[in-house]
């Protein structure tokens, strides 16, 4: 899908969105996939396990997830 150097590129965008930029991850994958233009489903395939739990805590903390559900659709 992707070579992995973009891969790598695109995650190492995201940690320093969240580290510098004062805003969460569910903010910085979409800020990063207007950056490379992938669609949030398509990034959603190469993001690593650290930032889906990170992603599923912010869901969690702002009632993100359906009374049915205990995950986020990613």
Known sequence: LF???LQAE???RIETLVLGGGIGYIEAVISAC???EIEPNVAS????QPII???EEE???YNMFS????????
């Open 3 to 5: 070579s992995e150097n």
């Open 10 to 12: 695109f995650l190492k």
């Open 34 to 36: 207007d950056e490379y």
């Open 45 to 48: 395939k190469i993001l690593t």
């Open 53 to 55: 739990e990170k992603i």
């Open 59 to 61: 869901g969690r903390e």
């Open 67 to 74: 009374k049915n559900t205990a995950k986020l659709p990613i």
